[in-house]
């Protein structure tokens, strides 16, 4: 038979249908995926609020950055439409950030809401209120206000200032040594961001470590930044100024990552990613995969405006098992829905841990991985902190649902690479928060022109 990858409009959300032989379809040749969202959040929010231009090549441009994007340009910067190859950025300067018209609309990105906080808190004297749609205004944020109330922030918000939508007085901030409970980038990201402001110095410690874009960006900008790698802590002197810079944003790993399961699982492939970002704080899918035995190889390795990268080979091999926890979540912590897909095609039982972090992402991913995939056969367990994945079992074709979750769509639909009979995923729209071209990619693989949407 020949594959079948259709989109179906059915407003206000979309349908995707896959369906492939029973043999499955062989992936080859190479493919590019699109700008690291990180890097390029950061690269918006920096150039913003920099002094003098600042021209990022390989934006990624879907959802989530346009939402940093439409913030920043409602506080008085300039900002190129998000259309090209180049986009310029004509910062306003730290501190100079204009007082809003109207409510600052992060969209469902929650990278987004938790950072830009940590700049609106520490412009004094200026009112913002920020919200989001429906997921985001359900994800906690206490995680960033806590830390920055330490600091002297002014912010309100739902369920005791636990919850969008949120109202912000900027203050002058004090400077804080914090102890995250958690690793995690948002929370570091947004303290450093309203260090940027306080004088003194303005610390983070972790309990591991996270990934550290905002680290190398803030130093490239100009920021007088200290990392102390043994004690997972990072500092920044303020008050800082920041100067426009030429960013050039390599490939996401985490959408690259889809195609690293996929290739590993389907018999015959032979796919290369090119220009992957392979900062060593986000490369834990790397490390998960070669634990399960897959087969890939860096090559082409070399350093673009600060960030290794290199091109990713993968073929198809036969999957073992394994256990993944501890220090190594953080680093895959975005991966770990497509890593479930690869492990119901390892042999042997595959037990993820220390993932509770999940659980407040755009949907619990934990709760939403399991039921989606146990709909389909698998033979799958929710822990409280984790999943139990039993490999081997046959996967036959349903209906399940993205939860309107871009990763658990596109982990779906790589899933289906290997499922008897008709996958289809309800709110499949969700793949275009970081991966609008996820489908045609997909269909490129497949030796097939995608389907327009009907």
Request: proline share 6%.
């Amino acid at each position: 038979m020949t594959p079948r990858i259709q989109l179906t409009d059915a407003a206000p959300h979309q349908t995707l249908t896959l369906e492939f032989p029973a043999e499955g379809v062989a992936l080859t040749g190479r493919v590019r995926v699109p700008g690291d969202k990180s890097i390029s959040h950061r690269s918006l929010m920096l150039g913003a609020i920099a002094r003098g231009e600042t021209r990022i090549q390989g934006l990624l441009l879907g959802e989530d950055p346009r939402s940093t994007a439409a913030c920043f340009a409602a506080m008085g910067v300039g900002i190129s439409p998000l259309e090209a190859e180049w986009v310029t950025v004509q910062g306003v300067g730290l501190g100079n950030l204009q007082e809003p018209a109207d409510v600052l609309n992060a969209g469902n990105s929650g990278t987004t809401l938790r950072l830009m906080l940590g700049l609106l808190a520490s412009h004094p004297d200026r009112y913002f209120a920020v919200t989001g749609d429906g997921s985001l205004r359900s994800r906690p944020m206490d995680r960033v206000i806590k830390p920055l109330t330490q600091m002297g922030a002014a912010i309100w918000g739902r369920q005791n200032n636990r919850l969008a939508p949120l109202a912000v007085r900027g203050q002058r901030l004090k400077p804080i040594h914090y102890q995250s409970p958690v690793a995690s980038a948002q929370i570091k990201s947004c303290i450093l961001l309203a260090g940027l402001m306080t004088e003194g110095k303005t610390t983070v410690t972790e309990p591991s470590l996270s990934r550290d874009h905002s680290e190398r960006m803030l130093r490239a900008f100009g920021a007088d930044i200290s990392v102390d790698p043994d004690t997972c802590s990072v500092t920044v002197h303020g008050p800082a100024t920041l100067t426009g810079q030429t960013v050039v944003v390599p490939g996401d790993i985490s959408s690259a990552a889809f195609w690293l399961v996929a290739g590993a699982i389907t018999p015959g492939s032979d796919l290369v990613i090119e220009n992957v970002g392979i900062n060593p704080t986000r490369t834990g899918i790397l490390d998960a995969l070669e634990a399960m035995e897959a087969d890939i190889t860096l090559e082409n390795r070399r350093d673009v405006t600060g960030e290794p990268v290199a091109d990713l080979r993968v073929r198809h091999s036969r999957l073992k098992a394994a256990h993944f926890g501890g220090d190594l979540i953080p680093r895959l912590i975005d991966e770990v829905p497509v890593l479930a897909v690869a492990a119901l095609f390892a042999e042997g039982t595959t037990v993820i841990t220390d993932a509770a972090e999940l659980r407040v992402k755009e949907c619990d991913r934990l709760s939403v991985m399991a039921s989606q995939l146990a709909s389909l056969g698998a033979q799958i367990e929710e822990q409280p902190d984790g999943l139990t994945i039993h490999g081997g079992s046959p996967l036959t074709g349903a209906v399940v649902d993205s939860y309107t979750d871009h990763r658990i769509a596109m982990a779906m639909a790589i899933a289906a690479l290997r499922t008897q009979g008709v996958m289809t995923v309800k709110r499949a729209e969700a793949a275009a928060v970081s991966y609008p071209s996820f489908r045609a990619t997909l269909a490129q693989l497949c030796g097939l022109s995608p389907t327009p949407a009907s």
